[in-house]
Each structure stands twice: as C-alpha cells, then as structure tokens.
C-alpha cells in the first residue's frame, strides 16, 4: 500500500535523485484519516496538518501519527474538545488566536482553547453552508451558499451581500486567500470571477480582477502565493495576480501537455515549484517549464489528482480517490531511497496498522517515470548554468 515515489535522473554517469512519497491508506476514522473525501487543509499551530473532510476532522501530527474526530465519535483535539455537529466537514481556518473554525453544511463551530461553540443563527450567517473560511489578521470571513460573504470581527458580524454597495458582486464564493505581500483579501466565485478588497481598515469596497477586456467570470479558484500575489486558476489556465502589477499568464493546460489535461489545483513550495494536479498526474513548473512529471507509475497510485497542500515542512500533500498521500520536499541533496517510508501508528487506538507488502514491480509501472525527466534534466543544468 505505500512505495517510495522515486525519480532516478541517469546521465553522466551520476544520479540527481527525487524524493519518495508517503501513501496513507484510508480504511476508517479510527486508524488513519477519516477519509480521502478531503474538502479543506490548513497548518496547525502545533507542526500538525488539518484535514477537513467528508468523514470528519483528521490531524497528521507532528511526530507522523493521525487522530480523527467526526459526529459519530466526537473527541479531545489538541484544540480542545470537539462534538462535531456534521459530519462532513466542508472548510477549516485558525484565527489569530489560534482557534479553530470548523465549517459544515449546516453552520459554523468556533473553538475556543477548551470547547466549541456553534453558529447556526441566520441573524449571523444568512446562510449556514459554509463554502470556505480565511482569516486576514484579526478577522475571519466565511462564505456561505450563494449569500456573499460574512466578516467576524471579535463579536461582531458584518454581513457583505452580492448586490450590495461595497460591490461584492459575487452570489457564491468559493475560494479565498490573503496576498501577504499586500495585505490584500482576493476572493473567488463559482460564475462571477475575481474580487480583491485591498482596505480592511477604511471603507469595504470590493474591486473586480480583470485580465485587459476578460472579466474572468469562469475562472473561480484562488491560492496563495507564498512568494507574493496569488494564483488564479480554473480547468484550462493557471494566472498570476498580485494588486500592483495586475494579471499575468502563467501556463495554459497545452503547456503541460500535448494531450489533452483538466487542470484541477496548485500549490507552490518553498523553492519556488508549482505542482500542478491534474487528471493526469502531478506536473511540476517552473521558469523553464514542466520540470517534471509525476504519475500512477510513480507511486501516486491513481492519475486523476483532486487536491494538493504544501505544508509548513515542505511536504506536498496530494489527494487521489482513494488515498492521501505528500511528496517530501525535493532538494538537489536528497539522499537516494530505494526503501517505504515507514508505516504512522495512529494515537487514536495505540495500535500499529498492519505491515504492507512490498509492492511488486511491474514493467509498466515504471513507464510514466521518464515522462518528465528528460525536461527536469534540462530544467536543472539551466539552473546550474545560470548560477
């Protein structure tokens, strides 16, 4: 069930060798995550990654173990105590006290070091499916149903309507993220494009993102940069948005491939890749362009790649129906493993999962390895070459 995801780059006579992959089966809430229906993924305070999913909350903690909790069997978290009220968990945020949000079809549960308190009055929230949850500094702003957007701020919620006069203009927000660099919200429809608030302090005016005469209206998904701006991104295109310098193409799917892709999330990591997933593996991109090609034969198990994470490690997690997974960060000093990452012992039962197989290696397994490589390799000697 878990193989290394190894990228072996021959030439020469040396190896530049890739990183190896961690599957996390999903069999039930109990001994892993509660299941890879993954709808949100955040940092903890604590090195842990949050998983808000169709089965519940699950943290990876720092030491490589998983806890779950969910409606049926509510517990301790390390945020206090948790009684889910559904149990599929739709989005998940900390606040700037490090609180934890808990988003659901059905209302909002806010932490508060000890317990959780649940929102379900529509005095605070016009609508009780929570889309997504951001926190931008001291506030946190939820996106409910096709009713806007709504702003927390200590106790007091200001509700933000799509037709009203800050100029939402938005129905259903599906995406959020804080652009650091500018201190800037940028906010994401299902069918109404891009807005940025760049002021949270003065008056709330909601500015429409526009590519010269394209309004966006079909691209729909945001995600932070962690080098300033945001990604902008839908099926066909990946853009770049930073509130000085506007809109900026990065790659379309033709760039990824001759044949035909559906691109479906990215992330970036710390040294500056863009993991792209799509339904036909994981590409990497950078200024050189696809630097490389990560696939089923790889070790991700299925093609058809749903979500991606980069946490606070470094780690890449990705989603596949099925299972869950992250690639370690890739560095050029990356010591060759041949060998499965060791398998997590859940803290939720104190009882080791049962040992997996060595996988068997097939021919064709290893055809979708060298996809990639061969740009990888002329991706990294141009690096050498500029430096």
């Known amino acids: 069930m878990r193989r290394a995801l190894i990228l072996i780059l021959a030439a020469a006579s040396f190896f530049v060798p890739f990183v190896s992959a961690l599957y996390i089966d999903v069999p039930d809430y109990s001994s892993g995550i509660a299941s890879a229906g993954v709808k949100d993924v955040i940092n903890g305070r604590y090195g842990d990654v949050i998983f808000a999913t169709d089965g519940g909350i699950s943290v990876y903690t720092e030491n490589g173990t ?26 998940v945020a900390l606040d700037a006290e490090g609180h934890l949000w808990l988003g659901y079809p059905n209302g909002l549960q806010i932490g508060d070091g000890a317990g959780y308190r649940a929102v379900q009055d529509l005095q605070f ?4 499916n929570i889309n997504c949850i951001a926190r931008w500094g001291d506030e946190v702003w939820v996106a409910t149903g096709r009713a806007g957007l709504h702003r927390c701020h200590g106790d007091v919620w200001t509700w933000y309507k799509p037709a009203g006069p800050e100029g939402l203009g938005c129905y259903t927000v599906v995406s959020m993220a804080v652009d650091a660099a500018s201190d800037a919200l940028v906010i994401g429809s299902e069918s109404d494009g891009i807005r940025v608030l760049k002021d949270r302090t003065g008056d709330v005016r909601f500015e429409q993102v526009t590519y010269g005469s394209d309004t966006l209206r079909r691209v729909s998904e945001v995600r932070v940069d962690p080098f300033g701006g945001v990604y902008l991104f839908n099926r066909t295109t990946v853009l770049h948005y930073a509130p000085d310098t506007g809109v900026t193409q990065v790659l379309n799917a033709g760039n990824l491939s001759t044949f035909p892709v559906t691109i479906n999330d990215v ?4 040294e500056g890749m863009l993991y792209i997933a799509s339904d036909n593996g994981i590409y990497g ?3 050189s362009g696809v630097a490389l090609h990560i696939t089923a034969g790889d070790g991700i198990r299925v093609n058809a790649v749903k979500k991606l994470f980069v946490d606070a490690y470094g780690r890449c997690w990705f989603v596949v129906p099925g299972n869950v997974g992250y690639i370690p960060p890739m560095t050029e000093l990356a010591t060759l493993d041949l060998s499965a990452v060791p398998v997590p012992t859940p803290v939720t039962t104190g009882t080791p999962l049962p040992p997996t197989p ?14 990639g490589i061969w740009a990888f390799f002329e991706g990294l000697i141009g690096a050498v070459s500029r430096g």
Not at 125 to 128: A, E, S, T, Y
Not at 359 to 371: H, K, Q, T
């Open 66 to 91: 998983w806890y779950s909790v969910n409606a049926r069997h509510p517990g301790e978290t390390a945020y206090g105590s948790l009684a889910p009220i559904e149990t599929m968990v739709t989005s």
């Open 125 to 128: 929230l016009k609508n009780l």
């Open 267 to 270: 992330a970036t990591t710390p």
């Open 358 to 371: 060595a996988p068997v290696e097939r021919p064709e397994e290893s055809a979708g390895l060298f996809d």
């Open 285 to 287: 991109w950078n200024s």
